[in-house]
């Protein structure tokens, strides 16, 4: 089983560009979210979503928008990058049936400049 | 919203040395509590994890964690500890009102010295 696939692992930007990050899951998971990891910060959640469709607002959602059209997919949007939007980005998903842990990504790391 | 608090945030201690990492959250009600760990350059992995029932729950690679309702408190332990310990080390938790959000704290950074 693939599990939780983000792309791409690595990727720098430059201050103003647009990307997109990528996370696609095949556990049929119905919840999705977006954190980011800095140092001594633990993981913050930036988006989540509990199904096709249904998309909220984690703690530090600013700068970044989601969207969620099947339930395979949870793509992460960088509108206008901002250095301030170095880090490292995990995307995890878990069933919301029964007694599970959330499954997490390998990370993409990100360097706006 | 619920919150986490880990404490001792860089922990160095010597191979065969025990590890205790405390974990206390904020919310009052039933919820599911976790340990996750990451190695360096890697991805976070579940260590445990406790819904309900015995409140002492032990994980893999010889983790154990105890649940303590009344203190609110979910503390990780190791009785002897390896070089291949060494990682980050981050209690969550997941409040059961139905929005499956998990709250994460700000992790503990282990480094294990031969």
């Known amino acids: 089983n693939a599990g939780v696939t983000q792309t791409p692992k690595f990727q720098v930007l430059k201050t103003g560009q647009s990307m997109t990050l990528q996370c696609a899951q095949d556990m049929n998971h119905e919840y999705m979210s977006w954190y980011r990891q800095d140092p001594g910060m633990g993981l913050r959640l930036i988006h989540y979503s509990v199904g096709a469709g249904i998309t909220d607002q984690g703690e530090v959602p600013n700068g970044y928008n989601v969207s969620r059209s099947t339930t395979e997919d949870f793509p992460l949007r960088l509108l206008s990058a901002a250095p301030s939007q170095t880090s490292v980005y995990f995307c995890?998903?878990?069933?919301?049936?029964?007694?599970?842990?959330?499954?997490f990504g390998q990370g993409t790391r990100l360097t706006v400049v | 919203a619920q919150s986490v608090s880990q404490h001792n945030h860089h922990v160095i201690l010597s191979e065969a040395a025990s590890l205790e990492l405390g974990c206390n959250y904020s919310y009052g009600g039933t919820v599911n509590l976790f340990w996750y760990v990451q190695y360096p350059g890697q991805h976070l992995q579940l260590l445990l994890k406790?819904?309900?029932?015995?409140?002492l729950v032990k994980g893999i690679k010889g983790f154990e964690a105890e649940f303590i309702k009344s203190k609110f408190s979910f503390n990780l332990r190791k009785p002897s500890v390896q070089w291949s310990d060494t990682a980050e080390y981050f209690c969550?938790?997941?409040?059961?009102?139905?929005?499956?959000?998990?709250?994460f704290g700000k992790g503990n950074q282990v480094v294990v010295i031969p």
């Open positions: 995890a998903s878990r069933s919301i049936v029964g007694d599970t842990e959330a499954f």
């Open positions: 406790y819904f309900s029932g015995d409140p």
């Open positions: 969550a938790v997941n409040a059961d009102y139905g929005n499956n959000r998990l709250a």
